[in-house]
């Protein structure tokens, strides 16, 4: 039986490895060090197969300055000229930061809660805006967002099963990184009593009202919040 500090150890790594694996996207795409030499005074949209929304509509969508975004801008449309990215841009991706695990069923996951309009590829504009949230927004927008990711069939609840699809693709993931070495059943077990936490009425589904107020009496999930708060 695992101790409850290992199974909020596990809430929490499932709410860092959200925030990380974005902040690995923008060092991916070479968007961390935000350098005066670095900006662009516009711009630059020739060649490119989907143009984004306008700066002054993203600025007022997002938590980004108008010189984030060009930069932003520049990263994203140098790795993906198309300016669009589909999921196996996104697994290609993710195999590459963790070499030592496998990363496919994680990276789909993201993939499409990243694509909000399941059109099977992410814009520019699904990209800042997701960023703006996990990087910028307020605890509820960074859970709320967490939300959907678990909720993987889009009803409006997380089941057990659901929950633990995205704990083992975490696992999977991290590979042989993980420590101590991971008996096949552990992800099980730490589901269960992570669960048996947050569905507060015990009627085998979690809310987004019992994710929220669950996540919130986790002192290590709101500090692992506030962590990236200013990475850009």
Same mark, same amino acid.
């Given at each position: 039986?695992?101790?409850?500090?290992?199974?909020?150890?596990?809430?929490?790594?499932?709410?860092?490895?959200?925030?990380?694996?974005?902040? +690995?996207?923008?060092?991916?795409?070479?968007?961390?060090? /935000?350098?005066?030499?670095?900006?662009?005074?516009? /711009?630059?949209?020739?060649?490119?197969?989907?143009?984004?929304?306008?700066?002054?509509?993203?600025?007022?969508?997002?938590?980004?300055?108008?010189? #984030?975004?060009?930069?932003?801008?520049?990263?994203?449309?140098?790795?993906?000229?198309?300016?669009?990215?589909? #999921? #196996?841009?996104?697994?290609?991706?993710?195999?590459?930061?963790?070499?030592?695990?496998?990363?496919?069923?994680?990276?789909?996951?993201?993939?499409?809660?990243?694509?909000?309009?399941?059109?099977?590829?992410?814009?520019?504009? $699904?990209?800042?805006?997701? /960023?703006?949230?996990?990087?910028?927004?307020?605890?509820? #927008? +960074?859970?709320?967002?967490?939300? &959907?990711?678990?909720?993987? &069939?889009?009803?409006?609840?997380? &089941?057990?099963?659901?929950?633990?699809?995205?704990? +083992?693709?975490?696992?999977?993931?991290?590979?042989?990184?993980?420590?101590?070495?991971?008996?096949?059943?552990?992800?099980?077990?730490?589901?269960?009593?992570?669960?048996?936490?947050? $569905?507060?009425?015990?009627?085998?589904?979690?809310?987004?009202?019992?994710?929220?107020?669950?996540?919130?009496?986790? $002192?290590?999930?709101?500090?692992?919040?506030? /962590?990236?708060?200013?990475?850009?």
């Amino acid at each position: 039986m695992w101790a409850e500090g290992e199974s909020e150890g596990l809430q929490t790594l499932g709410i860092v490895v959200v925030v990380c694996s974005s902040l +690995k996207l923008l060092h991916y795409l070479g968007l961390i060090d /935000l350098s005066d030499d670095k900006i662009e005074d516009e /711009l630059e949209m020739t060649m490119v197969c989907h143009r984004p929304e306008g700066l002054e509509q993203l600025e007022a969508q997002t938590n980004f300055t108008k010189r #984030e975004l060009q930069v932003l801008y520049r990263g994203f449309k140098n790795e993906c000229p198309s300016g669009l990215v589909n #999921e #196996e841009t996104f697994k290609q991706i993710y195999a590459q930061f963790f070499p030592h695990g496998d990363a496919s069923m994680y990276a789909h996951y993201l993939f499409h809660a990243f694509d909000t309009t399941q059109t099977g590829s992410v814009k520019f504009e $699904d990209f800042v805006t997701a /960023l703006s949230i996990l990087l910028r927004g307020t605890v509820h #927008e +960074k859970l709320r967002w967490t939300f &959907n990711l678990y909720d993987i &069939n889009k009803d409006g609840y997380i &089941n057990k099963e659901e929950m633990m699809d995205i704990v +083992k693709a975490i696992y999977d993931m991290m590979g042989k990184y993980t420590y101590p070495v991971l008996k096949e059943d552990t992800p099980r077990q730490h589901v269960d009593i992570f669960f048996q936490k947050m $569905d507060k009425n015990k009627d085998g589904i979690v809310t987004l009202d019992e994710f929220l107020e669950s996540c919130q009496e986790d $002192d290590n999930i709101m500090r692992s919040l506030q /962590l990236f708060q200013n990475v850009m």
